[in-house]
């Protein structure tokens, strides 16, 4: 009887790709930015201030967790330049993870929810009444602009790009590759030749969310002198 082409050498096996604590991030930073989104919308002014400063958390854990997580959420990853951009378009890439482009993306995403969560901390209206937790650390003309650029911001940039993320997503599952599996289940098609994700201690995970948490509890205490 002839071998399964699934126990071939050439058949791809289903091997981890991502760890757990990217899973809960990539979800939780979904459904926040979506709540983020609904409490600005409908006025919910101290929900939309809880809801960002919970992203401001996740951001913390993420870019601690992309220097010391698993070796697919790190950085150094999938961070690459405009070489291996390239090698991806020609086809040639091999690897698990984020492909060079989709890494693009990850970061201008990571780097416009910053720049968001950033202007909203040190935001106030035109009357002082409804402030970010820094905002007093700045004038009222740039606590009134930066209001400005948060809520601009979103409709600007930020919604494009995640319409643009989703829009790959689709393409892809058109193409029959699934994203969003992996991302539930943590494991995906990983080819022959090709490592898969080597995990990182789970007490790393542990120390980067206590940093993230204590980080936070700062800002919400109006960051005073260390």
Known sequence: MPKSILNSPDASARAPIWDLPTRLFHWLLAGLIAFSWWSAEYHHVELHIWSGLAVL??????????LVGSSTARFTSFVRG?????????????GIGHN????????????????????????????GIVQGPLARLV??????WAR??????????????IALHVGAILVYRLLGK????????GKGDVAPGIE???????????????IALGITGWVLAGAPPL
């Open 82 to 94: 405009p070489k291996t951009v390239l090698t991806y378009f020609k086809g040639s890439w091999r």
């Open 57 to 66: 958390a996740l951001l913390i854990f993420r870019i601690l967790w992309g």
């Open 196 to 210: 898969p994700m080597r995990p990182a201690k789970p007490f790393a995970a542990a120390v980067c969310l206590a």
């Open 148 to 161: 400005g650029w948060h809520e601009e911001l979103f409709d600007l940039l930020l919604l494009p790009l």
């Open 139 to 144: 004038s009222l003309a740039t606590a009134d």
């Open 100 to 127: 060079p482009l989709g890494a693009l993306s990850v970061v201008a995403l990571l780097a416009l929810i910053a720049a968001q969560v950033g202007f909203g901390l040190i935001a106030s209206d035109e009357d």
């Open 178 to 185: 699934s994203l969003v599996k992996p991302m539930i289940t």
